[in-house]
Nanobody
Framework: QVQLVESGGGLLQPGGSLTLSCAAS????????MAWYRQTPGKERELVAS???????NYADSVKGRFTISRDNAKNTVLLQMNSLKPEDTAVYYC??????????????WGQGTQVTVSS
């Protein structure tokens, strides 16, 4: 059993900053990559940022220069530091991890989501 637990969402004004945290626990062999996605009503879930075990990072164009993803391999955690937040960043943010649960079993796992609302 693998669990991803997110925290850090909230309501804030445009221009503000927020840090999301995600911790993975359970039967975890190496985590290959971790990522943050977001989704708004009526739209598909979109990738915000990802980071693999070697530290290679990808960002959506819409968040480059404003968001920073980081991870702690020893603690199986991933953070998303969000600065200069805009109303269009409002969404439910989901943590995702691709990992092995045994030597031969590989899967994709999701957190429950955390709401981020940017509004004046």
């Amino acid at each position: 059993q693998v669990q991803l637990v997110e925290s850090g969402g909230g309501l804030l004004q445009p221009g503000g900053s927020l840090t999301l945290s995600c911790a993975a626990s359970g039967n975890i062999f190496p985590i290959i990559d971790m990522a943050w996605y977001r989704q708004t009503p009526g739209k598909e879930r979109e990738l915000v940022a990802s980071i693999d075990r070697a530290g290679v990072i990808n960002y959506a164009d819409s968040v480059k220069g404003r968001f920073t993803i980081s991870r702690d391999n020893a603690k199986n955690t991933v953070l998303l530091q969000m600065n200069s937040l805009k109303p269009e960043d409002t969404a439910v943010y989901y943590c995702n991890a691709h990992l092995y649960t045994s030597a031969s079993n590989f899967g994709s796992f999701w957190g429950q989501g955390t709401q981020v609302t940017v509004s004046s």
